[in-house]
């Protein structure tokens, strides 16, 4: 019985935050916590939007895409909890940047159950393969267009934006946001530069923080400082 050996962690919860473990694209939603959750669904056991919202950001998503493994024709990320999520290293942030990510992380939960809920042909797939198109400028199709129309699809980027930005924020690497903008098609590339290298600078520049933020945390938990 797959729920009973999810019953410790989720009791008491009236949701969890859940991903597919293998997809094309990596995303994270809240799931009501009487759902019997299978081997293909990666659970983590929190309720907090703040959780959620970092998790979803870029920064998390590159720093999973770049330590879990692939899979398939496809070559889709596996998310490999073990080193996507227990070895990823959370903001240190203040209370009021976590109660902005959290506002972030409910209006981006919510905001894609609604327009599911009207449309139940919509699907996460679609809704950010459409994103990724706008992101990099490509003209969309027919098919396309109507997900755009029936997702509000460029509501949706606009959250994202305001979340990765304000993540960014909570790690205090702000500086940083003006090459995610051109990566995420809303700024244009400086002269000399393209999206592509904008978005390569990005996740490269991420990669290494974070790996720097890993070892800084396990040397303060070497000495007994847990943070959480």
């Known amino acids: 019985e797959p729920r009973a050996a999810f019953r410790p962690a989720l009791d008491g919860l009236p949701r969890f935050i859940a991903t597919v473990e293998t997809a094309k694209h990596r995303t994270f939603q809240f799931l ?23 998790l979803f950001s870029a920064i998390h998503v590159n720093w999973a895409i770049a330590s879990g493994s692939h899979l398939g024709v496809g070559n889709d990320p596996v998310y490999v909890k073990t080193r996507c999520f227990e070895a990823f290293p959370f903001p240190s942030a203040t209370e009021e940047q976590r109660e902005k990510i959290r506002g972030l992380g409910e209006l981006l939960d919510a905001h894609r159950k609604r327009q599911q809920a009207a449309h139940p042909e919509l699907t996460l797939t679609g809704m950010y393969n459409v994103l990724d198109k706008l992101r990099s400028g490509d003209t969309l199709s027919p098919k396309e267009r109507v997900i755009h129309e029936q997702g509000l699809v460029s509501v949706l980027r606009q959250i994202h934006d305001d979340l990765d930005a304000a993540v960014l924020d909570a790690y205090g690497w702000t500086d940083l946001l003006p090459l995610l903008r051109v990566a995420h098609g809303n700024d244009a590339p400086a002269e000399g530069q393209s999206r592509e290298e904008a978005k390569r600078a990005f996740d490269e520049a991420i990669l290494e923080r974070l790996v720097a933020l890993n070892a800084e945390r396990a040397a303060e938990e070497a000495r007994g400082l847990v943070r959480w």
């Open 32 to 54: 009501d916590a009487s759902m019997a959750p299978d081997n293909k669904l990666i659970v983590i056991a929190m309720d907090d939007a703040y959780a959620l919202g970092v």
